[in-house]
């Protein structure tokens, strides 16, 4: 079985954008090649048709064709199909500054409710909203069946280390609540590849002592100066999301340290993520690709659920009994 730590709701990626950013229209592009694999059509047929016409029109089309195709029941049961007993929803809180109000937590909340014990609630904190998105976090946590927080400091414009952040750290180290970080590249055209550099991880361990970070996205492609943490700081945690697996396997791709210390010295470390609906492949998929890695046994099984059910304190004992959900 698996736990999966680093996704989403596909509403959340297929919601259509009323505009892109002409900044950063080559992250939409990237990302519009995968979704529109999802919907049937070849990344060379995308890209034609971008070339031919506008990018938000293109989108519009992917989104109306997988807005159909990724309803919630059908959701509900491809996450069963693939074992999957729980799915992370990262309710990212994005935006330079604090010109909005905190994002929206009660959504995700209701549906925390309504299938219970299949979700993984990440609540979104957003620094330039200061206190009024702590609160929303700190809602969401005690509240709402939130347990754990997700950052994305690259979409701030701040690095993980940065004091803005520190009120967030403080609170998920006094209730004892996880933090997925983004700790990889990003392809905004005029953000620093380096905002999310998984050094600046570093003073937040130091400074919170018993802060537990999941630095999502393996740290590529700096991976042996994640892996250099991950055997220094006991609460520091990775998954391996949003690359496909079958590269991540391949030598020469940045990824040989990962998979080499993966089956010795950071095999309790080592948490599952695919953030399948960025790569544009059905979870099936991912998870065939990742089953040829070079894992033990001992090992795989942590990495599949154990690691995480112990991170996120969910209480399983295999085997588990999927439920079965209204309209599922």
Same mark, same amino acid.
Not at 41 to 67: D, G, I, P
Not at 123 to 151: C, F
Not at 236 to 252: G, M
């Given at each position: 079985?698996?736990?999966?730590?680093?996704? *989403?709701?596909?509403?959340?990626?297929?919601?259509?954008?009323?505009?892109?950013?002409?900044?950063?229209? &080559? +992250?939409?592009?990237?990302?519009?090649?995968?979704?529109?694999?999802?919907?049937?059509?070849?990344?060379?047929?995308?890209?034609?048709?971008?070339?031919?016409?506008?990018?938000?029109?293109?989108?519009?089309?992917?989104?109306?064709?997988?807005?159909? &195709?990724?309803?919630?029941?059908?959701?509900? *049961?491809?996450?069963?199909?693939?074992?999957?007993?729980?799915?992370?929803?990262?309710?990212?809180?994005?935006? @330079?500054?604090?010109?909005?109000?905190?994002?929206?937590?009660?959504?995700?909340?209701?549906?925390?409710?309504?299938?219970?014990?299949?979700?993984?609630?990440?609540?979104?904190?957003?620094?330039?909203?200061? *206190?009024?998105?702590?609160?929303?976090?700190?809602?969401?946590?005690?509240?709402?069946?939130?347990?754990?927080?997700?950052?994305?400091?690259?979409?701030?414009?701040?690095?993980?280390?940065? @004091?803005? +952040?520190?009120?967030?750290?403080?609170?998920?180290?006094?209730?004892?609540?996880?933090?997925?970080?983004?700790?990889?590249?990003?392809? $905004?055209?005029?953000?620093?590849?380096?905002?999310?550099?998984?050094?600046?991880?570093?003073?937040?361990?130091?400074? $919170?002592?018993?802060?537990?970070?999941?630095?999502?996205?393996?740290?590529?492609?700096?991976?042996?100066?994640?892996?250099?943490?991950?055997?220094?700081?006991?609460?520091?945690?990775?998954?391996?999301?949003?690359?496909?697996?079958?590269?991540?396997?391949?030598?020469?791709?940045?990824?040989?340290?990962?998979?080499?210390?993966?089956? /010795?010295?950071?095999?309790?470390?080592?948490?599952?993520?695919?953030?399948?609906?960025?790569?544009?492949?059905?979870?099936?998929?991912?998870?065939?690709?990742?089953?040829?890695?070079?894992?033990?046994?001992?090992? @795989?099984?942590?990495?599949?659920?154990?690691?995480?059910?112990?991170?996120?304190?969910?209480?399983?004992?295999?085997?588990?009994? /999927?439920?079965?959900?209204?309209?599922?």
């Amino acid at each position: 079985m698996f736990i999966d730590c680093s996704n *989403t709701l596909p509403e959340f990626i297929f919601e259509a954008p009323k505009e892109i950013d002409p900044k950063n229209a &080559e +992250y939409r592009v990237l990302f519009g090649a995968k979704w529109a694999q999802l919907a049937g059509w070849s990344k060379t047929e995308f890209m034609q048709m971008v070339n031919e016409r506008s990018v938000e029109t293109v989108m519009q089309e992917v989104y109306a064709k997988l807005e159909s &195709e990724f309803s919630m029941d059908n959701f509900l *049961t491809m996450l069963s199909d693939a074992n999957v007993v729980y799915h992370a929803i990262h309710n990212m809180d994005y935006g @330079r500054d604090g010109s909005k109000p905190p994002a929206d937590h009660d959504y995700v909340a209701e549906l925390l409710k309504r299938y219970p014990d299949r979700f993984i609630g990440f609540a979104g904190y957003n620094p330039h909203k200061g *206190t009024e998105s702590l609160k929303v976090v700190r809602k969401a946590l005690t509240e709402q069946g939130y347990k754990a927080v997700v950052i994305p400091p690259y979409e701030h414009g701040v690095k993980a280390d940065d @004091r803005k +952040y520190y009120p967030l750290y403080a609170l998920c180290e006094e209730l004892d609540i996880p933090i997925w970080i983004h700790s990889s590249i990003n392809y $905004f055209r005029e953000t620093s590849v380096f905002i999310d550099h998984p050094a600046n991880l570093e003073a937040p361990l130091m400074d $919170f002592k018993n802060l537990k970070i999941i630095a999502g996205h393996g740290g590529w492609p700096w991976v042996p100066d994640l892996i250099a943490m991950l055997l220094k700081y006991e609460n520091l945690y990775v998954d391996t999301s949003a690359f496909r697996p079958k590269y991540i396997a391949e030598a020469n791709t940045g990824w040989d340290m990962f998979m080499h210390y993966a089956n /010795t010295l950071i095999q309790d470390k080592i948490v599952f993520g695919t953030d399948w609906l960025t790569l544009g492949m059905p979870i099936k998929e991912v998870i065939k690709e990742i089953e040829a890695w070079p894992l033990k046994d001992s090992v @795989r099984e942590k990495f599949y659920w154990k690691n995480a059910n112990k991170v996120f304190k969910l209480g399983l004992e295999k085997p588990v009994l /999927t439920k079965t959900y209204e309209g599922e």
